[in-house]
């Protein structure tokens, strides 16, 4: 059984940092693109981070550039979310997703879904 969990999320003020973590199971996900999105009460679901199967591209929301950093660990099959200068406005329920390409996961065709992390900033 495929499986993506998520860790790491929490309550934190603004201007402060979390580091997201995405441990996947039940298969590699070497050659799959990850990502993370997130869906605050109210708003629909969005797009925040991706990166290639390879590490070698990623790709941000404007509205998270230069603050949030996405990398992962294909040995240990992880994905992580380095958030940085945190707002109120990043809070969220943050979840993890696998795709098989960059782009299909930047649009939200995702083949996995982890169950998601709160994010909460206080200001």
């Known amino acids: 059984q495929v499986q993506l969990v998520e860790s790491g999320g929490g309550l934190v003020q603004a201007g402060g940092s979390l580091r997201l973590s995405c441990a996947a199971s039940?298969?590699?996900?070497?050659?799959?693109?990850m990502g993370w999105f997130r869906q605050a009460p109210g708003k629909e679901r969005e797009f925040v981070a991706a990166i290639s199967w390879n590490g070698g591209s990623t790709a941000y929301a404007n509205s998270v550039k230069g603050r949030f950093t996405i990398s992962t660990d294909n040995a240990k099959n992880a994905v992580y979310l380095q958030m940085n200068t945190l707002k109120p406005e990043d809070t969220a329920v943050y979840y993890c997703a696998a795709s098989r390409t960059l782009d299909r996961l930047r649009l939200g065709i995702c083949d996995y879904w982890g169950q998601g992390t709160q994010v909460t900033v206080s200001s």
């Open positions: 039940g298969r590699t996900f070497s050659t799959y693109a």
